[in-house]
């Protein structure tokens, strides 16, 4: 059965879950610029305020930049 890991937190992060994940709730606050990278910070994709939900690969480890409050909820896999 999966379950959820939840994270939060207001500037740059290393979010590292105990198992995969393959879902992803983010929720980013308004006036905050946030980017999260799934791999190991090569890319990072930008996401505007307010509440956001994808699927992603199994993914242990997210990396955070921000300028403000995040929250994020991992489903595991």
């Known amino acids: 059965m ?3 890991t939840c994270f939060s937190g ?9 198992r995969p ?7 980013v606050a308004a006036g905050v610029t946030f980017a999260f990278s799934i ?3 090569e890319t ?4 505007p305020a307010g509440f956001h939900s994808f699927p992603v690969g199994p993914v242990i480890e997210i990396h955070i930049q921000s300028s403000g409050a995040w ?4 489903v595991q896999s």
């Not at 207001?10 to 105990?18: A, C, G, M, Q």
């Not at 994940?21 to 929720?27: C, Q, S, T």
């Open 2 to 4: 999966a379950s959820n």
């Open 10 to 18: 207001t500037s740059n992060d290393n979010v590292t879950f105990s």
């Open 21 to 27: 994940i393959g879902h992803l709730n983010i929720f």
């Open 39 to 41: 791999d190991e910070g």
């Open 44 to 47: 990072f994709i930008t996401l």
């Open 71 to 74: 929250q994020i909820i991992g």
